[in-house]
């Protein structure tokens, strides 16, 4: 197994011009695939609130609740470098509710740094935090969190205006002192534009080939949603295998074909002679199932 990754990690893939690769995870069976297939970083996102616990945009999902999951990655992988993403109302009161939801989750679930949506507005608050002695990855273009200000899901910076505003934020949010900033729904030239303008690495979803990494939601991924933004590729369509698997154990309980003798334990002969004298019995009671 190769070291864990860092920041210094991202920082030198960055200057060494080498893709970062990241992924979401909220789960143990997910952390431990990522590891397996030895991504870089793991993300444990607030899109759990709709990937996982069914709630239609991100503001629903508490701190509690992304603790709870990111202490399951945080046991299933220790290679990738794990950011843990500070929900909706978890950092924007003020630097101190933010220190301190930040802390939580180095602290009580594993995590190596966080990640918060917001630009200059934010930057006294990544300060703060990068005081505190944690790292923090920035989150600019679409913001899930801002859904109702930015009215629905929909490309940021397509105007020069809303770019030159994309801009000034990534190099706020690099000099307040992020180690990396995740670009979503971005024009791709946008995104190449900032990357270039930045020492630190960006991280593109929906933002084009120019960044220095990309991260996609894991259930995106392999398929496991009935539809996936269209910025994400599906390598894999395991909601479907899920369901076919699924259908075939229904089958196979139904025909009596399952549990088959494989499935089952024995039981020496001599202790089930003395089980039934015990119990007085001659022969088992049938099993009678019912139709």
């Known amino acids: 197994m190769s070291a864990p990754k860092t920041v210094l990690t991202l920082a030198e893939m960055r200057r060494s ?16 695939a990522a590891e397996a297939a030895e991504v870089d970083a793991i993300l444990v996102g607030d899109s759990l609130a709709m990937v996982v616990l069914g709630h239609p945009n991100t503001l629903s999902v508490t701190l509690d609740e992304m603790l709870h999951h990111a202490r399951a990655v945080a046991r299933g992988a220790t290679t990738p470098l794990l950011i843990g993403d500070l929900p909706f109302m978890s950092y924007q009161i003020d630097a101190g509710q933010a220190v301190a939801s930040a802390g939580r989750f180095v602290q009580e679930a594993g995590m190596a740094a966080v990640k918060l949506e917001g630009g200059r507005a934010f930057t006294e608050t990544v300060r703060a935090i990068v005081r505190a002695g944690i790292p923090v990855i920035g989150h600019l273009g679409l913001t899930p969190q801002s859904l109702n200000v930015l009215g629905g899901f929909r490309v940021q910076g397509r105007t020069a205006e809303a770019a030159c505003r994309l801009l000034d934020d ?25 990357t270039e303008a930045l020492e630190i690495p960006t991280i593109g979803i929906g933002a084009g080939a120019g960044t220095s990494g990309q991260v996609l939601v894991y259930h995106d991924l392999l398929g496991l949603c009935d539809r996936s933004p269209s910025f994400a ?3 894999a369509e395991l909601g479907d295998a899920a369901v076919a698997a699924l259908a075939r154990f229904r089958d ?20 089930w002679r003395a089980f039934l004298a015990a119990t007085g ?11």
């Open 17 to 32: 011009n080498a893709p970062i690769t990241m992924v979401t995870a909220y789960d143990y069976p997910g952390a431990r």
């Open 170 to 194: 990534a190099r706020a949010l690099q000099d307040a002192g992020c180690f990396a900033i995740v670009l979503e729904s971005v024009p791709e030239r946008l995104a190449s534009h900032i």
């Open 233 to 235: 590729r599906r390598y």
């Open 252 to 271: 196979d309980v139904r025909q009596r074909a399952f549990p088959a003798a494989g499935n089952a334990y024995s039981m020496p002969d001599d202790e």
């Open 281 to 291: 019995e001659a022969y088992p009671r049938p099993v009678t199932a019912k139709r």
